[in-house]
């Protein structure tokens, strides 16, 4: 079965530019995760989605992030208007409900952002 | 504020020897413990989860688990070179909830 599919794998853009990163769950898995990694703050939770509806998105940084979750096969994080201070790798990760892998979430490979 | 902490290392041990990270949390409402492997410029890679009290083995992985503690350990025996890597620990927060609070993570050195 495929993993988590994330694009692009890196992303290079100039302070003020809008970003758009990407991702796919895995089939059947009804929660979506995106997480921020830098050296500073460790992996860090942005939002969740369950069923394509967020459930908590206390960890997005302001308002120049959004996310949204159209299908269950399709999630974006958007950056607007993008700043150094954002340069990290993004992770999606998704799984599913309880049951016998409880909770377990899976990590696509993630995406090298560098706002210049 | 929910913590996870972990040693940062770098733990060092010789091939073949037994690797042991250790991982404390805040939260007593916790019930879900996990551990992920991450390699250098790759993401993270789950290798082990444990939800009850004592051991979980998984080939020359043991999971360690005292809830009463708040601690959850991981064994790696007979070491390998392939086995350097950052072990980052995460536990879900009690409640319904589906969310993860990871730690820094150890770097662990397995020299040849």
């Known amino acids: 079965d495929a993993g988590v599919i994330q694009s692009p794998r890196h992303e290079v853009t100039e302070m003020g530019q809008e970003v758009t990163l990407r991702c796919k769950p895995i089939s059947g898995h009804d929660y979506l995760f995106w997480y921020r990694q830098t050296m500073m703050r460790g992996l860090e939770l942005l939002i969740y989605f369950n069923n394509n509806v967020p459930i908590d998105d206390s960890g997005m940084p302001e308002d120049r992030f959004s996310a949204k979750m159209p299908n269950a096969s399709f999630s974006t994080l958007k950056i607007q208007p993008s700043e150094p201070r954002d340069s990290a790798v993004y992770f999606c990760?998704?799984?599913?409900?309880?049951?016998?892998?409880?909770?377990?979430?899976?990590f696509g490979p993630g995406t090298r952002l560098t706002v210049t | 504020q929910k913590e996870v902490e972990q040693n940062s290392g770098p733990l060092s041990v010789p091939e073949g020897a037994i690797a042991s990270l250790n991982c404390t949390y805040s939260d007593r409402g916790s019930q879900s413990f996990f551990w992920y492997r991450q390699y250098s410029g790759k993401s993270p890679e789950l290798i082990m989860s444990i939800y009850s009290n004592g051991d979980k083995e998984d080939g020359r992985f043991t999971a360690q688990l005292n809830k009463a503690s708040q601690y959850v350990s991981l064994l790696i025996r007979d070491s390998q070179p392939s086995d350097s890597a950052t072990y980052l620990c995460?536990?879900?927060?009690?409640?319904?909830?589906?969310?993860?609070?990871f730690g820094t993570g150890t770097l662990l050195a397995v020299q040849p």
């Open positions: 995460a536990v879900r927060v009690g409640g319904a909830t589906n969310k993860l609070i």
């Open positions: 990760a998704s799984s599913s409900l309880p049951g016998t892998q409880a909770y377990e979430q899976y």
